[in-house]
């Protein structure tokens, strides 16, 4: 065979849209080595950045994380000294996770590498294509 014929797999959302997922996460994994970040380290920090006092029970409801696994990923971050662990100001039964300084310091960092890799990764689309595809996956998701 000269050309492998894909034309049903390239019907299906889910093939492409992990063929387009698999150039983006190649992208994060390389760039985000670092920061000693992967995939699931950044969006719990993401979040944590952008939702200082975030609980646990929280980060594992938005990420569709079990409990179990984030306890050791939180318990990785505070060794690092990227996030500190405070009382909720009104709930004294939770617990609200927020970045260090060295862990702000990071994220932004970070952040600006995760939206560079972005930019790059869709430099074929246009911003309102861009836009449009956003607003299309996270209608499956959401």
Same mark, same amino acid.
């Given at each position: 065979?000269?050309?492998?014929?894909?034309?049903?797999?390239?019907?299906?959302?889910?093939?492409?849209?992990?063929? @387009? @997922?698999?150039?983006?996460?190649?992208?994060?994994?390389?760039?985000?080595?670092?920061?000693?970040?992967?995939?699931?380290?950044?969006?719990?920090?993401?979040?944590?950045?952008?939702?200082?006092? =975030?609980?646990?029970?929280?980060?594992?409801?938005?990420?569709?994380? !079990?409990?179990?696994? !984030?306890?050791?990923? =939180?318990?990785?971050?505070?060794?690092?000294?990227? =996030?500190?662990?405070? &009382?909720? &100001?009104?709930?004294?039964?939770?617990?609200?996770?927020?970045?260090?300084?060295?862990?702000?310091?990071?994220?932004?960092?970070?952040?600006?590498?995760?939206?560079?890799?972005?930019?790059?990764?869709?430099?074929?689309?246009? @911003?309102?294509?861009?836009?449009? !595809?956003?607003?299309?996956?996270?209608?499956?998701?959401?």
């Amino acid at each position: 065979m000269e050309k492998i014929d894909t034309s049903y797999l390239e019907t299906l959302l889910g093939y492409n849209a992990r063929r @387009a @997922a698999l150039v983006i996460i190649e992208l994060f994994l390389k760039r985000m080595a670092v920061y000693d970040l992967r995939p699931v380290d950044f969006s719990v920090l993401s979040l944590i950045t952008h939702n200082p006092g =975030i609980s646990s029970r929280q980060l594992c409801s938005e990420l569709n994380i !079990l409990p179990p696994n !984030l306890v050791g990923m =939180i318990n990785t971050l505070e060794k690092r000294e990227l =996030i500190l662990r405070q &009382p909720h &100001p009104s709930d004294g039964r939770v617990i609200g996770l927020h970045l260090s300084d060295v862990g702000r310091k990071l994220m932004k960092d970070a952040e600006q590498t995760a939206q560079e890799l972005e930019n790059e990764a869709a430099s074929k689309l246009t @911003a309102t294509e861009r836009k449009t !595809l956003m607003r299309l996956l996270q209608k499956i998701y959401t």
